[in-house]
């Protein structure tokens, strides 16, 4: 059964359920990482890292993809531009993605008073969480904006505990961070583009156009400025990689390695085009499906083909 936007007493329910589950892997994980007495990274447990590992890496792609494959629609961008009451099965798995996210982050905010920044991050996330499932149409940029960005987030949690022999000094996990993180961010700024470019929220309890737009002004900036400074950040490692692995102590030669540092960075680039090559065919058979002017819509907000 949907609804006209994403809060139900079924979106609580997961939201407790997922934070129930997070305290009890958190036990887990925690007591054999602590086992190994392993240093603080950026001033957090280390056993934290690695449950933001299996959230980004496994939790976050599996219901994301799983629910694009359940979402009914014909294509990629319908399913973009559909409302909750439009959509079938996948709209609980929107929902399961949604609430694991706003576990994880609820959940991890304990672990980094120390660190406003991280805070403010946490708090922003939260907020988009909120409105992505408030928002009756619109909700699947959003959601797909912040999927891309886990994604590069993992790669930024690789770089740190594979392997634990300090923070940003394999080359090869490093290249790969730096080719995931990159387009991850274009992905995300692709997604608030398609959002607040063709998407209308059709907000509740409101008619006034004013309200929409200002919303969409916002998560407009308020995505430029992130995906600008995560890769900032990322192009800011890169520029001063090459002294970080000039002082990491007794390193791996290539013969020791299961991949070779040549090798490891033709694979991170390949994914990387192999990545954007995927998503811009899925672009492109969706606008050849339907053709361009249908990806509009009505001044009424609604769309001209019901789905």
């Not at 059964?1 to 934070?19: A, Q």
């Not at 992130?226 to 192009?235: D, K, N, P, S």
């Not at 001063?240 to 090798?263: M, S």
Request: with cysteine; proline share 4%; glycine share 6%.
């Amino acid at each position: 059964m949907t609804t006209t936007n994403g809060l139900d007493g079924t979106t609580t329910k997961s939201y407790m359920f997922s934070l129930f589950l997070l305290v009890l892997y958190d036990g887990v994980v925690s007591s054999i990482i602590k086992k190994k007495q392993l240093p603080l990274i950026d001033d957090c447990p280390a056993w934290t890292w690695y449950v933001g590992c299996t959230m980004q890496g496994l939790v976050y792609p599996f219901l994301y993809f799983t629910a694009v494959q359940k979402s009914g629609m014909p294509h990629i961008l319908a399913w973009f531009r559909s409302s909750w009451s439009e959509r079938s099965s996948s709209v609980l798995y929107e929902k399961y993605w949604l609430t694991s996210f706003a576990a994880y982050l609820t959940r991890d905010i304990p672990y980094i008073l120390n660190s406003p920044l991280f805070i403010a991050h946490h708090i922003v996330c939260l907020g988009g969480v909120w409105f992505t499932l408030y928002t009756p149409r619109g909700s699947i940029p959003l959601l797909s904006g912040m999927a891309m960005l886990e994604l590069g987030s993992f790669s930024l949690t690789l770089t740190k505990i594979m392997p634990f022999s300090g923070e940003h000094t394999d080359v090869r996990w490093e290249t790969l961070y730096y080719v995931i993180m990159a387009i991850s961010n274009l992905m995300c700024f692709l997604c608030m583009l398609y959002g607040v470019g063709v998407v209308p929220c059709q907000l509740p309890n409101t008619r006034n156009k004013w309200v929409e737009r200002s919303c969409k002004i916002f998560f407009a900036a308020l995505t430029t400025v992130l995906t600008y400074m995560r890769q900032e950040f990322a192009i800011d490692k890169q520029k001063n990689a090459e002294t970080r692995f000039r002082h990491v102590k007794n390193p791996l030669q290539d013969h020791e390695k299961l991949i070779a540092d040549g090798t490891a960075i033709i694979l991170a680039y390949g994914v990387g085009i192999c990545w954007l090559l995927a998503s811009a065919r899925v672009i492109w058979c969706s606008y050849q499906k339907e053709g361009t002017r249908s990806l509009r819509f009505k001044d009424d907000g609604e769309s001209k083909k019901k789905m």
